[in-house]
Structure formats: C-alpha cells, structure tokens
T-cell receptor, first 113, second 113 residues
Framework: GENVEQHPSTLSVQEGDSAVIKCTYS??????FPWYKQELGKRPQLIIDIRSNVGEKKDQRIAVTLNKTAKHFSLHITETQPEDSAVYFCAASKENYGQNFVFGPGTRLSVLP | AAGVIQSPRHLIKEKRETATLKCYPIPRHDTVYWYQQGPGQDPQFLISFYEKMQSDKGSIPDRFSAQQFSDYHSELNMSSLELGDSALYFC????????????FGPGTRLTVL
C-alpha cells in the first residue's frame, strides 16, 4: 500500500521568511496530492492540491511542486505570517470513487514574530 | 457555503459502552470518508462510502461498523469502547465524480473513560 513520508517534523521560521515542507510517496499509481493545514483541535483544511498531470501550482503565497519521477512533492510558503503557524499534512491518493487519502505524519510550523 | 456537519461534537463514554457518530456531507456530495486522529497523530483512514456502498476500508476495528443512508448521511457505530478509542473522528465528503477533493467536517471528540 501507499506510504507517505514528510519532513521536517517541526519547522520554525521568522516572520517574512519562506517555509518548505517535503513529502515522498511510494505508490507510483497515486495521482492526487493535497495539502491540509490543521490548527489545534480544528478540522484539516485544504490549502492547495496538485494532480499528477501538473508539475507546479501556485495560489498567492502558497505553491506546490511535484516530481513524479522521484515521487516527491513539496509545499512552499513565502512571506510567512504568524497565522501560518499550524500543523501541515501532505497526502497521496489515487483518484477514484472513494479512494482514501494516506497522510504524511505532519509538520508543525511555527512562524516567529 | 454549506459544510460537512458532524454530531455530536463532543462525546464522553465509559469503557465497553457504544457510541454512534453522525456525518452529513455537503449537499450533492455522494462520497463520505471516516478518519480517526489520535493526539499528535495524522488522520488515519477508517472507511469510505460511495453511493451508499462501501468503497474502501482502512484500519477500522471489527468493533466498529458504518453505513451510508439514502440521504447520503453516514453513521459510524462503535461498540465495546476501549480507552484507546479516545480520539478526534473526522468525516469528510467529496463530490465523488472525476476528482477527489475531500472536505472535512469539524470532527467529533470522543473521550472514553
């Protein structure tokens, strides 16, 4: 089955700096890769996703890159703000009806003012 | 916009009791997923339903069962509760057509004493 690894487990950056979180996956059939942000005790919220037919996607300060050959994808947050502090989860899935996500273990991002 | 609704939001049970968690997907979403998230853990997939049929099964204990009803809401039934069942239980829904974005509900926090 699919296995998703995520690094680093914790990340502290100064406000205004960039943050990068990296994930690798094992199943070459996976083709949908979402990123979720989760604040303490709250629901995971989708912040950006990418499908395997695309190498990069950007939404304002957030971007995701995908390398299908190497089976890794990364989240890039630029101009970080204190409200970006949260746990970020990457996930991998095969697009099909009812295909579940396999989540990475999460990265706790702290943005220091 | 309407979101996924879960009830109850908090539930306290004794060991060996039963619990029922309910999930109401976003209107016109026909796919429902259940996840269990322990403290400091990533969400672990339990089970999913598409068009009222089980579509995928993860690490769901035999003591748990679930179903999706004709109105697409889903219920997770948990019996012989154990201390280790204490967790956040998330339901997510998806349009279930050609893409796989999952939108999470607010979660049910189950505490087993």
């Amino acid at each position: 089955g699919e296995n998703v690894e995520q690094h680093p487990s914790t990340l502290s950056v100064q406000e205004g700096d960039s943050a990068v979180i990296k994930c690798t996956y094992s199943d070459s059939a996976s083709n949908y890769f979402p990123w979720y942000k989760q604040e303490l005790g709250k629901r995971p919220q989708l912040i950006i996703d990418i499908r395997s037919n695309v190498g990069e996607k950007k939404d304002q300060r957030i971007a995701v890159t995908l390398n299908k050959t190497a089976k890794h994808f990364s989240l890039h947050i630029t101009e970080t703000q204190p409200e970006d502090s949260a746990v970020y989860f990457c996930a991998a899935s095969k697009e099909n009806y009812g295909q579940n996500f396999v989540f990475g273990p999460g990265t706790r991002l702290s943005v220091l003012p | 916009a309407a979101g996924v609704i879960q009830s109850p939001r908090h539930l306290i049970k004794e060991k060996r009791e039963t619990a029922t968690l309910k999930c109401y997907p976003i209107p016109r979403h026909d796919t429902v997923y259940w996840y269990q998230q322990g403290p400091g853990q990533d969400p672990q997939f339990l089970i999913s339903f598409y068009e009222k049929m089980q579509s995928d099964k993860g690490s769901i204990p035999d003591r748990f069962s679930a179903q999706q009803f004709s109105d697409y809401h889903s219920e997770l039934n948990m019996s012989s509760l154990e201390l280790g069942d204490s967790a956040l239980y998330f339901c997510a829904s998806s349009p279930g057509l050609s893409y796989n974005e999952q939108f999470f509900g607010p979660g049910t926090r189950l505490t087993v004493l």
